[in-house]
């Protein structure tokens, strides 16, 4: 019993499915894409772990970017800012002023009608006027003042006397809620001030590390004691009611919210207040303390309104940027707080907006592969536009959101996300389609001569003649008896035959300089300084002749019967100028070699079946070679030209068997006659 094994070489067989499925993996588009988004994933992923504070800043940086789309005609009149501006300072004194002046100032502010005092100023450390200042803060209209937390273990400050902590009842039990931001010192009122509860509340920013402040602490936990913020405070004072931690629950959402008489404060984990900036700057009415004080102020203008005190004064110290542009008194942060507190539009992230990064992934793919698929522009056109598209329809999401619903959604992340994934994407398919074009130049390469195939790729198609004149040595090869060889047989048969022929020739031909530039059935047209330069062509072509002759003759099927003769090879060789490029129309071209040395080598083919003959010569390939072999057989007048040629033939000798077989059979058909 005998067996066959298929898998002499298991390791190259391995190796060779691997590469033919790492080749189908990147001429893939679809595989190509969907690594170019994972690959995105991962990247956004990395950063994520790596950088989530600076991608944090980064979002909300691009949040704050959001409120310049807000309505710059809007009107903020309830809360009206009370500033003691440079006027205020120039007619009155340097900052800060004594008490007695600010007394003076709340007094005049209650003779307006004002509905709530809330000042922006620290009074810490004793002073003389404390007494007049603590009547002005009792009389009238309910005020408020301010204290300082430190949010910094160093250096560590604590003066004034704390007040304002929130009773643990109103805290869902807890003295200090997980909801709040940890305070390591504080800067509090004197304690002269602090007459029949008087209402505190704190005005410590978060500043971010571009120094803007988008976050204020609604809650700061000190000594596990909940200290409430100057707005929460300032509703207090002005409803009545005590501060208390809820959360509210719904089908799409869970927040936890600083309740104060019907007004809801959402707040994140840490109990801060995001910054609302919807209202422009010049939308607040801010007047001059010293028109207060002087009575100048239009009449009824403040008049039921909430009076916010503060400066802006130089050397009031009180300036931070915010996302409105260029440094601010910290009054205005506070003012624009209060205002979207009223108008319950505090910006919040909802619960589900942890969801928002994945389907703005997802809306930012969408967008990408229903350009690539569907539309008919070049990758490198579709695929920016589909980024600008993504991060356009992010942002025109997260803004909506944000300025109708005061919902945050960050759209930094997916905004990324959908910039990477176009960018991976348009590298991958460069990358698929350079691939994609050296596959085909191979390719191309393999049906036509390296150089032809490299001029087809390269070169723009035209109807003119694309061709160069050479002085060439060509050869004609073919199998004789060949046509009837095939009568008979299958086609796999005679087509591998036919490649063993090809495959022999061309390698004989390549080593000694010369190109293949065609091969027809049973034909090959071989040319030495045609397509490739080859500066002795005539030499090296009649020096790889006789190889030809004989290692493909040995490679060819060696079965004859009685009517059919046995497969033989003719070659025919000439030398001369030809015409080496590609003609025929713009739409339809072909590669080919013209000129008289191709009809004289194919003429001198067909003639070495006549004269038993296999290889022969044309004049001119015998003069440039001078090659002493070479034997006369007189001038021969070649069929379709007018002029007769020295004819040459190239001797060789066949092997004893294959002269056997050609004197049997010629025997055969002698007796068969």
């Not at 204020?216 to 207090?236: E, F, K, N, R």
């Not at 208390?244 to 799409?252: A, F, G």
């Not at 056109?381 to 005061?406: D, M, R």
């Amino acid at each position: 019993m005998s067996m066959t094994r298929t898998d002499k070489h298991p390791a190259k067989q391995s190796g060779a499915t691997l590469a033919s499925l790492a080749a189908r993996f990147l001429l893939s588009p679809f595989c190509m894409r969907s690594a170019a988004v994972a690959l995105a994933l991962a990247l956004l992923a990395l950063m994520q772990n790596q950088a989530n504070a600076w991608l944090g800043h980064w979002n909300e940086r691009l949040s704050s970017q959001t409120w310049a789309l807000a309505d710059s005609q809007a009107l903020e009149r309830r809360v009206v800012v009370v500033d003691i501006d440079e006027k205020s300072v120039q007619q009155l004194g340097a900052w800060p002023w004594p008490r007695d002046r600010v007394a003076q100032l709340l007094t005049a502010l209650d003779g307006q009608g004002v509905n709530l005092k809330v000042i922006d100023i620290l009074f810490d450390g004793p002073k003389s006027q404390d007494p007049v200042l603590a009547q002005a803060l009792q009389q009238g209209a309910p005020s408020v003042i301010a204290q300082l937390f430190s949010l910094q273990s160093e250096p560590l400050v604590r003066t004034g006397q704390l007040s304002g902590a929130l009773p643990a009842s109103d805290m869902l039990g807890q003295g200090c809620p997980s909801q709040s931001t940890e305070a390591f010192g504080h800067l509090s009122p004197a304690s002269g001030l602090l007459q029949s509860q008087q209402a505190v509340g704190h005005i410590t920013p978060i500043i971010a590390p571009d120094g803007a402040v988008r976050q204020v602490p609604a809650i700061v936990c000190y000594q596990g004691q909940a200290y409430p913020a100057l707005v929460v405070s300032a509703l207090a004072a002005a409803t009545g009611a005590h501060p208390q931690l809820k959360q509210h629950t719904d089908l799409w959402n869970t927040q936890t919210v600083l309740e104060v008489g019907g007004f809801e404060l959402p707040i994140n984990s840490k109990g801060q207040l995001t910054v609302s900036y919807q209202v422009p700057r010049a939308g607040f009415l801010s007047v001059s303390a010293v028109d207060v004080i002087q009575g100048t102020v239009p009449p009824g203008l403040l008049k039921g309104a909430w009076a916010l005190v503060g400066s802006t004064a130089m050397g009031a110290g009180d300036a931070v940027p915010t996302p409105q542009g260029g440094a601010v008194g910290g009054i205005e942060v506070h003012a624009q707080i209060m205002a979207a507190a009223l108008d319950a539009r505090t910006p919040y992230t909802p619960t589900w907006a942890k969801l928002w990064p994945w389907l703005g992934g997802l809306l930012s793919l969408f967008i990408l592969f229903a350009s690539l698929y569907t539309g008919r522009m070049a990758t490198a056109i579709t695929v920016p536009l589909a980024a600008l598209l993504s991060v356009g329809t992010l942002f025109a999401v997260h803004a909506y959101a944000l300025l109708v619903h005061a919902q945050l959604l960050h759209w930094g992340t997916p905004a990324i996300f959908a910039v990477l994934s176009a960018l991976l994407v348009l590298s991958a398919d460069t990358l698929r389609v350079r691939l994609e074009r050296e596959r085909l130049f191979v390719n191309l390469a393999s049906y036509l001569p390296a150089q032809a195939a490299q001029k087809v790729a390269f070169q723009e198609p035209t109807a003119q003649v694309q061709a160069q004149r050479k002085d060439a040595t060509v050869m004609i090869i073919d199998v004789r008896n060949f046509s009837t060889y095939c009568e008979g047989r299958t086609p796999e048969d005679t087509a591998t035959v036919l490649h063993h022929f090809y495959t022999t020739v061309e390698r004989i031909v390549t080593q000694h300089g010369g190109v293949v530039e065609q091969m027809v059935g049973d034909c090959i047209m071989a040319v030495w300084n045609g397509s490739s330069p080859c500066p002795e062509h005539a030499r090296q072509a009649l020096g790889s002749a006789e190889q030809v002759w004989r290692e493909a003759l040995a490679q060819l099927p060696r079965v004859a019967t009685r009517l059919t003769p046995p497969l033989d090879i003719g070659i025919g060789i000439e030398t001369g100028p030809v015409m080496v490029g590609s003609f025929g129309p713009a739409h339809r071209r072909v590669h080919a070699v013209l000129g008289e040395p191709v009809t004289i080598a194919a003429r001198l083919e067909s003639l070495t079946a006549e004269l038993a003959y296999p290889i022969l010569l044309g004049p001119e390939v015998v003069r440039c070679a001078a090659n002493p072999k070479a034997e006369p057989l007189g001038e021969f007048l070649l069929d379709g030209l007018t002029t007769s040629h020295q004819i040459y033939r190239l001797p060789v000798h066949y092997e004893a068997s294959h002269l056997h077989l050609v004197y049997s059979i010629d025997e055969e058909k002698a007796n068969w006659a």
